[in-house]
């Protein structure tokens, strides 16, 4: 098979055009995409003058239009077709699934066949391996195109890692049937594709255990390194030393047992460069090697991870029990590791009766460092006192608001509050629930108690009605609300020069804001509102619309009027601000230093407040501040 007189076969080495057929499509599909992306920005952002057309002009582009929305309408069922065979969730793509496992291993299977061979050869057509690679490639070929459809980036699915492995695969296959030689070299690539063998076997449903999911899931990345760096080995010693005739196998055989330190000395590299890449595999290969046998004796441990204790002596934490699934953890992250939020140090312990699904393990992995999940009700005793409950800042209960039955949810978290208050009667509890009738039972829980524990409760239905109701005599004021509440970043590099001066820059900068409270500096007391309110926002940049108190019969107030209401010690401002580290402002506001600073310039002084100077200048910023009233008051 290896025979040079083939008919229209080149005797001469040529494996140069394997490695150009293999970069070529790769950079001038990147290039074409992002040219396609620079033309598409030219012509959003060239605006074109109306010019007045005549009746045929109209003709035309009335035509044209009819011509876009025809290729519109045939490109849309394309997609909804590769849509239909990509996913696994539907018939077609589970179908699909197994027969792209299946030419994957055929095609590794394949490409260890022919390595016995020279690693560059003259080949026929007709011979049994070049026709299987040939089928196999087609279908590689024919799924790419599918994918690049259905993906909704271009440019990130053309540099993944799979579209890199159908690169360095495809094409040299396609190059053999044209020049009648083939080249070994990149084919090996092909075993990365057993990376996601295991995400591939669940999707099809051959496994439905989650540790024989993990299980395989190790396994193939094992493998797929192994079978790689065999490749690798195999690629560098047949091109270093033209006489070296080590094939697949050996080299599969020589890299175990020098990963596993074994070591058997029957095989070893003989240039340079193949010590070289020894070298590197070795000290890849022994941490992938170390990692492996740990990861599978941790998953048949007799003591499931989610039934131990958890160590409260590293950092604060709450613990949110209740309707615990994938959406509302992660929902409830989104806004607990937001970086605004300045609390970075309080882990979210989340105590749940049943094991974590899949999905819910992965975003449990994702953010391990600030969340925690264990397995218990929070009826019982004992599983409360696992997570620290006693030493916990809070206790959150979330409520399932798609409940068929809210009545029966509302009840059962109610029972989780009455258990709670029993285990510790000073921890504070946040709970949610969907009618507002069922409020009254929770005032009824011994040591429910607002003001002394900060206890509260959200009832969703309520909110709802209240906001709808609200936003019938204000249109607008539901939105306004919902970005109060909800986390946002706002970042103006996002927006090009002739935007900032559009509504969406606005909008975007007025929903980045959100509802804080802070405290306030020393040097408001005794002062009104209005006052307050006007220094907050011309010195501060930050908009003061309320206040909290500590006495009972006031509580909480909005806009208050300078003769009901003026500042004392202990009162807490409400404020909408970008981020909590502007509110810290109000409370390092200092008269005497702080006149002429800026808002970023504001940091905690260490002036003596009771001298002359310091009265003088408050005074005269009062008076500054009130200047305006006056002069309205002569003019009138």
Request: charged share 20%; proline share 4%; net charge neutral.
């Amino acid at each position: 098979m290896g025979n040079h007189n083939t008919p229209s076969c080149r005797p001469d080495r040529v494996w140069i055009i394997f490695i150009i057929s293999s970069v070529a499509p790769f950079v001038g599909g990147l290039v074409a995409i992002m040219s396609w992306r620079m033309t598409v920005h030219l012509i959003r952002y060239c605006k074109m003058r109306k010019r007045r057309r005549d009746q045929d002009s109209e003709e035309i582009y009335f035509g044209c239009i009819r011509c876009i929305r025809r290729v519109y309408n045939i490109q849309r069922r394309v997609v909804q077709f590769a849509e239909d065979i990509s996913y696994p969730k539907t018939k077609k793509g589970r179908a699909m699934t197994w027969v792209q496992l299946l030419m994957n291993l055929i095609a590794i299977g394949s490409f260890a066949a022919q390595t016995p061979e020279d690693i560059e050869r003259c080949v026929q057509l007709k011979e049994v391996t070049i026709i299987v690679d040939l089928i196999c490639n087609i279908f590689f070929l024919w799924r790419f195109v599918v994918m690049y459809i259905v993906s909704k980036d271009k440019l990130c699915f053309w540099v993944e890692i799979g579209s890199l492995i159908d690169f360095c695969t495809i094409p040299p296959a396609l190059v053999t049937v044209g020049i009648r030689k083939t080249w070994l070299g990149l084919r090996f690539v092909r075993c990365l594709k057993l990376l996601s063998f295991g995400d591939d076997i669940a999707a099809v449903k051959l496994i439905s255990s989650h540790k024989m999911l993990t299980l395989s899931r190790t396994l193939c990345q094992f493998v797929s390194f192994w079978l790689t760096a065999a490749g690798l080995y195999f690629l560098v010693a047949r091109m270093s030393d033209s006489g070296n005739k080590i094939h697949f196998f050996e080299c599969m055989y020589f890299l175990l047992v020098t990963i596993s330190t074994i070591g058997y000395g029957d095989l070893k590299p003989e240039t340079t460069t193949t010590r070289l890449v020894v070298i590197v595999l070795i000290a890849v290969g022994l941490a992938v090697f170390a990692s492996f046998g740990p990861a599978v004796i941790e998953m048949f441990k007799k003591s499931p991870p989610y039934t131990l204790d958890y160590d409260d002596s590293k950092s604060s934490h709450v613990v949110v029990c209740g309707y615990i699934n994938t959406s509302t953890v992660s929902n409830f992250m989104r806004d607990f590791l937001h970086p605004e939020n300045e609390d970075h140090e309080t882990t979210a312990v989340f105590l749940n009766t049943i094991p974590p699904p899949e999905d819910l393990q992965n975003l449990m992995h994702r953010n391990f460092y600030r969340c925690q999940y264990y397995q218990g009700s929070p009826l019982r005793a004992g599983d409360l006192a696992r997570v620290k409950l006693s030493t916990a800042k809070a206790c959150l209960v979330i409520a399932n608001k798609h409940s068929a039955e809210p009545d029966a949810e509302d009840a059962a978290n109610i029972l989780r509050v009455i258990s709670i208050k029993n285990y510790k009667s000073d921890v504070r509890v946040i709970i949610q629930i969907l009618n507002y009738h069922n409020e009254e039972h929770l005032f009824n829980v011994p040591d429910w108690n607002h003001q002394l524990y900060g206890d509260e409760v959200i009832c969703i239905n309520e909110l709802k009605l209240g906001l709808l109701g609200k936003s019938c005599l204000c249109p607008g004021f539901s939105t306004m609300i919902a970005n109060l509440i909800m986390m946002s970043s706002f970042h103006p590099s996002n927006y090009s020069k002739d935007v900032r001066s559009n509504w969406e820059y606005e909008y975007g900068y007025g929903a980045s804001n959100e509802l804080y409270t802070g405290s306030l500096s020393s040097d408001f007391l005794d002062m009104t509102f209005p006052e307050v309110a006007e220094i907050c926002l011309i010195k501060l940049h930050i908009l003061l619309i309320g206040v909290e108190t500590d006495s009972s019969s006031t509580g909480i107030l909005f806009n208050p009027s300078p003769h009901v209401f003026r500042f004392k010690q202990g009162t807490q401002g409400i404020f909408i601000a970008q981020n909590p580290t502007v509110v810290k402002s109000a409370a390092l506001f200092c008269f005497k230093c702080h006149e002429y600073a800026i808002q970023s310039e504001i940091v905690k002084c260490t002036c003596d407040k009771s001298d002359s100077g310091y009265t003088n200048n408050r005074t005269n910023s009062n008076a500054n501040t009130n200047a305006p009233k006056e002069k309205k008051e002569k003019a009138e």
